[in-house]
């Protein structure tokens, strides 16, 4: 990937995490940790690899994505925000009454949304039969999932596994946003599902290891999940929860907290410099 694009991906990333922290702090809630640490991810995905038109967001050829882990809700609005499917000044209305960018995604009030998500190990499932219904009916579109790595420990997560594998989902491919915080604390702690990429790789799935936050390897990594046939492949990514807010980063305690008034200006303060860095 050329120094160009890298730098393009890393100011819209940018701007989807200041989307982020201006929606959890108007809304004085949400789950800023996880959603930061996708931010990279989300940002490639919508706007340079997914085939998705913000004029027409119900295309039946389009590529889908449901975000399984639905309480990162913050980072799917953001970057629908930026890729133009609703105004980003909508992000302050963030879980406020009659706002339509609830709490968790709904697919029957945002354009942009594929699955209504928020109950752990749900989304994968729902993920398993959009890919399956492409494959029977022929359709072109791929479908990605986004999972949190204490999701996994959710029993249904290794039933879809275990089903994406019998029906040759190649058009499926999920990933596992592996900050290795959950709200309890280090996944390690509460109920560890490493080694991560050894179990998926049991189930029959083509595994690929990557930093969440290198935008080359992202691409190598996708391309790659291209070139697989008759078995779905897992993205697991290295990530850090609370990326790009120093104060946030690999901190437990930022999984779902708002930040206050000083807090907020320290961390678009922090977004703006990035950007200003960056050339934007």
């Known amino acids: 990937m050329d120094e160009k694009l890298v730098r393009e991906l890393e100011i819209a990333a940018t701007k989807v995490r200041i989307g982020i922290i201006e929606g959890v702090h108007a809304a004085k809630a949400g789950h800023p940790g996880g959603s930061l640490s996708a931010a990279d991810l989300m940002t490639y995905l919508y706007t340079h690899r997914m085939n998705v038109d913000p004029k027409n967001p119900r295309d039946p050829k389009r590529d889908r994505l449901v975000l399984s882990k639905g309480h990162a809700a913050p980072v799917l609005y953001s970057v629908l925000a930026l890729r133009g499917f609703f105004p980003m000044e909508e992000m302050k209305t963030l879980r406020k009454i009659d706002s339509r960018l609830q709490g968790h995604p709904d697919l029957n009030k945002i354009p942009g949304v594929d699955m209504t998500t928020g109950s752990l190990g749900q989304g994968i499932s729902a993920a398993c039969g959009m890919a399956l219904s492409g494959k029977i009916s022929c359709e072109p579109y791929k479908v990605y999932a986004v999972l949190g ?72 990594a996708f391309n790659e999940a291209e070139t697989v046939m008759q078995k779905p492949t897992v993205i697991i990514m290295r990530s850090t929860k609370g990326k790009g807010v120093s104060f946030m980063e690999d901190q437990v305690g930022w999984h779902g907290k708002a930040p206050n008034d000083e807090q907020y200006k320290i961390a678009i303060d922090e977004l ?9």
Do not use: T
């Open 149 to 220: 790595d204490g999701e996994i420990e959710e029993g249904e997560v290794w039933e879809a596994a275990m089903f994406a594998a019998h029906y040759q989902l190649d058009n499926l491919v999920a990933v596992v946003d592996n900050n290795n915080l959950q709200i309890d604390g280090k996944i390690s702690d509460v109920m560890s599902p490493y080694p991560i990429d050894e179990k998926f790789k049991a189930f029959g799935w083509h595994v690929i290891n990557i930093n969440a936050h290198d935008f080359s390897e992202m691409e190598k």
């Open 272 to 280: 703006n410099a990035h950007l200003k860095e960056l050339g934007a």
